[in-house]
Structure formats: C-alpha cells, structure tokens
C-alpha cells in the first residue's frame, strides 16, 4: 500500500513536472513569437550596415554653415572617390559577415532577412560600381579636383593649415580650371548622365572647399588673411563651370519624337528584366503586359455590367461621363474624404478583416496639395497623412474643373481608403512599429501592392454596391492595369509619351490634363522605370499568397492581413517564405510564379452586378 502511494504520488509529480515543462516551453513559444515580431538572428546585422553606412556618409559629407545655431547640418552632394571607396570596403565586409554566419540553423525570419541583407549588399554594390566606373569617364573634366578633396580632408580633424600656401594652392586650381573650362568651349556636347554627374562632381567640391571655407575663416586670423579674396573667385569659377558643364549635355535617347515636351530615357528591355530580378518579380515584360492585358480584359466585362444597370448599355464611356461629373463644390473636398473614410473603416471593421490600432485611427492626418504637385500628380497621395488633390484659386477653369471631375466621390471612393487605412496610412504606423530596421529592404511591389491589394479585396466583399461606385473602383483598376502596359512599352522603346497619354484618355477614360500629368510623373518626375508597374503587380501578389493562404483554410483573412503588415515592406516573395516557411538557401534566387496567365483573372471572380 505504502508502494501503491508512493507510486501514485510519483506519478503526479511527473504529471506536474512535464505540465510545468510543457508550460514553459509553451511559453517560451510565445516569447519567441514576440521576439520574431521585432527582431531575428540577423536583424542586428542589418541595423549594424546601415548605421556603418550612414556613419561614413555622415562622416565625408560637408556641414553646411547655420550662422544662427550651434547644430549645423549637411550637404548632400556626389561621393567623393575616398568615400566611395570607403563605402565598397564596408559593402565587401559585411558580404564577408554574412558568409561567417550559420544559415541553417536560423529560424525562417533569420533565413529572410539574411538573403534581403545580402540582395542590398549586392544591389549597393552594384550602384557603386557603377558610379566609380562613370566618375572614371568625368574626371577629364576635373583635373583640379584633388587639392580641394586634400583640403576638405584636413579639414574634417582640424588640420592647421598655412594659409598662404593654401591662397597659393587656390589659385593653381583656378588657372587649371580655367584651361578646363575653355578646353570645354571645344567639346561639342557631354551625354546627359555624364553630364549630370559632371555637374554634380563640381557643385561637391564647391560645397567642400566651402565647408573648408567656413571652418576656418573668423578663426584663424592667417586664414581670414589670406583665403577670402581667392576663395570667392574660385567658388565663383566653380559655379560657373558647373553651368557650362550642365549647357553642353545631351539627351542620348532611344524615345521616339513626339508633341508631348515630355523628356524621358527609356531604358531598354535587359535593364527592365534585371530590374525586375532585383525586385523578385520572375515575368519578363512582355508577359506583364499579357497580364495587365488580361485583367484589363475583366475590368472591361465588370464596366459594361454596372453601365448597363445605369441605362447606358455598351457606351460605358458615357457611365463614366455620368460619374464623372458627380464631383462635389471646391471647398467640399475634405469632408467627402472624412465621410468616404468613415464608410471604408466601417466596412473594415464589419468584415473583421484586419487589426486596426486606435491610435492609428486617431492620428492620421490631412493636408491640400500644392497647385505645382497637381502638376504631376492629379490625384491623392498618402502616408502619415493624405494629400487632397483639389482646384485652388490659381487654376485655369479647364484645371479647376478638370482636377473636380478627376476626384469625384466615386473615383475616391477606393483611393482613401488605398491612401489612408488599411492602406498607406497604416502601412506607415505598422512599419513603424514592427520590424523598421527592414526599411532598406522596402521595395514599390510591397508599398504600392499592400495598398492596391485592398482595393481587389474590398471590391471582392462588395464594397462597391451601386454601380456609380463599382465605376469609380473599376477606372482605377483599369488606370493599374494601363499603368503597365503604357510603361513598359515606353521603356521598351515601342510607344511615345504621347501615345501613352492618348492610350489613358481612349482606353482609360482620363481627363486630358490628367493623363498628361500621370505620364510626365512616370517618364520626368524621378520615379523608378518599375514603380508603375509596382501597382497592379504587387496587389496581385498579395492576392496570390492570400488565395495561397486564406482561400485553402490555413489562415483567416484577418490573420494572414495582419501577419503580412508586420513583416514590413519587403518583397512579397519573402513574405510568402516568411508565412509558409519555405526552405530557402543563401543563395536564393526569385521564382515565384504568382499569376497563371492562363487561367481566368486573378484579380477577383465575383459578379457584383448579380449580389
């Protein structure tokens, strides 16, 4: 009996010891989980390249003088050849870092974010690389380049200088900049990046020799002697040089002529496709625009539908005529946007379909967008706050009516919520908040798709219920589908800014003005050749994993949205390995097939027309 009882009391101890195991391994799970919310095996790393690389920029990048505090900011100007040598060091070392550590024994974040370093260490690189061997082409032009780079170098410890060897040395460089500047007379023209970097090269060494300048002159009574008088006409020699620099460049461009005055490099079709390796997106262009064209082909079945509710049968151009001129009194704009804001969160919440933090909702913001914005960007644009795109009291007329009908109530009916939440807006109070060591890592295919997706996903659940309101989403779905098709063809050379616009009026349904506007911000406004394209892509993608995720029963829809907000802006295909824990390599490279071109759209199956 004593046996049987201590037996008995054994055995609830063993209970008790592997429940107290059980528990904590349980809980160690949840730590691990919250730890994994912030941070991986590799993350410090990442933080680690990005302050060295921020240091060394900080460090040879010249103060700009603040005469009225202590705190002096910093020019941003051309990597001198020392600090772009410095930067490829830094690079190559963490290359060597990364080759140290143990890949397969990290966890699925570790294994992501080692690759996403590794593709920005590479990327880098690459951009280096590819300064330093155009620099080489430029530095005919600047054989008066390395005393100031000297100087500019004592200078960052405070070396003491003998002035009058330095007035000395000033003047040496302005007569060898003066035979630089007449031997430029000769040359008939520089080609527009070289120029550009020209131009660039002298205005960084302007803004050194003036750093060098203000560090010593007032303190340094020998200085204050000595340098004023040929410092001045250097730096005005230098300004000088830089605009002739600036004169004689060239646009070298494959664009075919046109009526547009849009000036734009279309950069060919090896550079779109290495582009878009670098970006993880495994389709060459051409089948991008077999895709954009085939979900075009649907947004096109969904317009004669809602055109045929409202009495306009197959003229769909005359539906969107009609919605078009829906647009609500200047001055009015903003509290449409609070009400259309309202709607969209309230769907959101009724849905159940994402987590949306209180603070976010409290704190967003709104602003009125400038007349010389409106120019290249007509519509809305968001982010910590979202920027309306309205008439003001310069505008002409035809503007002011133009840029009404273009943000009528149905067309932003799905761009605030894409500008504000669930899209940029919190987008933006995420990232910041999860993972933001990850913003080198962002890319245009997780900004923008995290954003377009939710337009697919509302319209899917029935967000559009009229069909005034199906037209307003549907033109921007067909604006994304257009974005595609206009860029791509552009940069491969096949069509003119022209016919880009005319394609966004015909095809599209723009307002002139507006298609103008759209087409200048893609081809002039310093946008990525691939940003346009980023759109439609990115959405889909996340339509992809969610069909891949949700639609099989492995998530909720709310899980998989918030899973996939908190692992920042990276490449959706990481996302996807993130969420299914893919087995990956070191040496990953993109593969992942996310739309079938020859299956029905992707976009969504529902019938709208028939709910």
């Known amino acids: 009996m004593f046996l049987n009882r201590s037996l008995k009391v054994a055995g609830i101890l063993l209970f008790c010891f592997c429940c107290s195991n059980k528990q904590s391994a349980d809980a160690q799970v949840v730590a691990n989980q919250g730890i994994y919310e912030q941070a991986s095996e590799v993350s410090g790393l990442v933080i680690q390249h990005q302050q060295d690389l921020d240091a060394i920029t900080d460090f040879y990048t010249p103060y ?100 009058q060897e330095v007035a000395w040395q000033l003047n040496n460089v302005a007569q060898e900049l003066k035979k630089s500047a007449d031997e430029l007379k000769k040359v008939p023209y520089i080609e527009q990046p070289l120029a550009r970097m020209g131009e660039d090269a ?73 582009q878009l390796q670098a970006e993880m997106i495994p389709y060459t262009p051409e089948e991008l625009i077999a895709l954009a064209n085939k979900e075009f082909a649907w947004c096109d079945r969904e317009m004669l539908k809602a055109s045929t509710e409202m009495g306009f049968g197959a003229n769909w151009k005359a539906a969107l005529e009609k919605v078009k001129n829906s647009y609500v009194p200047a001055g009015h704009q ?46 809305f644009t968001g982010g910590r706050e979202i920027s309306i795109s309205y008439p003001t009291n310069t505008m002409s007329e035809k503007d002011r009516l133009m840029s009404m009908r273009g943000n009528n109530p149905y067309f932003s009916r799905g761009t605030v919520p894409h500008e504000l939440i669930p899209g940029h807006n919190l987008q933006y109070f995420m990232n910041s908040r999860y993972k933001p060591y990850r913003g080198s890592f962002e890319t245009p295919f997780a900004i923008e798709g995290w954003a377009l997706y939710w337009e697919l996903l509302m319209y899917d659940k029935g967000y559009a219920k009229t069909p005034e309101e199906r037209i307003g989403m549907l033109f921007w779905r067909m604006h994304r589908c257009a974005r595609i098709i206009f860029s791509l063809n552009y940069h491969l050379g096949n069509w003119t800014p022209q016919q880009c616009i005319d394609f966004l009026v015909d095809r599209v349904g723009h307002e002139r003005a507006n298609a103008e506007g759209e087409v200048r911000r893609s081809f002039a406004g310093g946008y990525s050749p691939l940003y346009q394209v980023a759109y439609l892509t990115g959405g889909l993608q996340l339509w992809g994993l969610k069909k891949e995720l949700v639609d099989s029963g492995k998530m909720t829809l709310k899980q998989f949205n918030d899973a996939a907000i908190k692992e920042n802006l990276i490449p959706v295909e990481m996302l996807r390995a993130t969420l299914t824990n893919q087995p990956l390599s070191p040496d990953f490279k993109t593969s992942w097939r996310f739309y079938n071109l020859k299956d029905e759209p992707a976009a969504t199956k529902t019938t709208h027309a028939a709910q």
């Open 64 to 163: 700009k003088l603040n005469k009225k505090g202590e705190e002096q900011g910093k020019e941003p100007v051309l990597n001198s050849p020392e600090e772009r040598k410095r930067l490829i060091e830094i690079e190559n070392g963490y290359l060597d870092k990364l080759k140290q550590l143990n890949f397969s024994s990290m966890s699925i974040y570790g294994k992501v974010d080692y690759i996403l370093l590794k593709k920005e260490i590479q990327f880098n690189l690459g951009v280096l690389n590819k300064e330093a061997d155009t620099y080489a082409r430029i530095t005919k032009y600047l054989p008066f380049s390395d005393p100031i780079y000297l100087l500019d170098k004592k200078r960052r410890r405070g070396t003491y200088l003998d002035a």
């Open 202 to 274: 002298v205005n960084g060494l302007q803004a050194r020799l003036k750093n060098v300048y203000d560090f010593y002159n007032g303190y340094d009574p020998s200085f204050s002697w000595w340098i004023p008088k040929p410092y001045k006409q250097l730096d005005t020699a230098l300004t000088d040089y830089a605009a002739a620099i600036k004169a004689k460049s060239k646009v070298i461009s494959s664009q075919k002529a046109d009526s547009s005055g849009i000036k734009g490099v279309p950069i060919g079709r090896e550079e779109l496709i290495r």
């Open 334 to 379: 903003p509290e449409l946007i609070l009400s259309l804001y309202n709607s969209a969160i309230n769907f959101i919440k009724a849905n159940d379909m994402i987590t949306v933090p209180p603070l976010a909702e409290e704190t967003w913001g709104m602003i009125m967008m400038s007349p010389q914005r409106q120019l290249v960007n007509p519509f």
